[in-house]
């Protein structure tokens, strides 16, 4: 039997709040989800006058990086060289803007954003990745 880490609702809010932080500064208006190690939504945001469509895909980003385990880049990066194959397994969504959410070498969650370029939905990401970190290197 192992130990496993489980990401709790305040680091989940705790991403959404640092990453919404950014967003707002910059002028963006986006969606927002994080969802635990299995893909289950633990929490969600979407801006004032972010567009519909980003609120699903943000959710799917954020699923399709716990369950792969691999940030959406990778799948994107895998349909772009020629292997539309990739965008059919099950619960890959291959469009950059999801990162898996990791303590160690753990996979404990994902983050999803979505409303921007994609490259652009990334730096939100990372905000609320790097918020994530430096609360766990407090609890170290």
Do not use: Y
């Amino acid at each position: 039997m192992r130990h496993v880490r489980i990401l709790e609702l305040r680091d989940a809010e705790l991403m959404l709040e640092a990453a919404a932080e950014e967003a707002s500064r910059r002028g963006w208006n986006v969606s927002m989800a994080v969802v635990d190690q299995c893909g289950c939504l633990m929490a969600f945001k979407k801006m004032d006058r972010a567009t519909v469509s980003s609120a699903q895909t943000a959710i799917q980003k954020a699923r399709s990086a716990a369950l792969t385990k691999r940030p959406t880049k990778f799948f994107e990066d895998m349909v772009n060289a020629g292997r539309p194959g990739a965008a059919m397994i099950d619960g890959v969504f291959p469009i950059e803007g999801g990162l898996p959410v990791q303590v160690g070498d753990e996979t404990v969650g994902g983050l999803g954003v979505s409303g921007l370029k994609s490259e652009l939905d990334l730096v939100l990401v990372e905000a609320g990745l790097s918020a994530f970190a430096r609360h766990c290197s407090t609890l170290a």
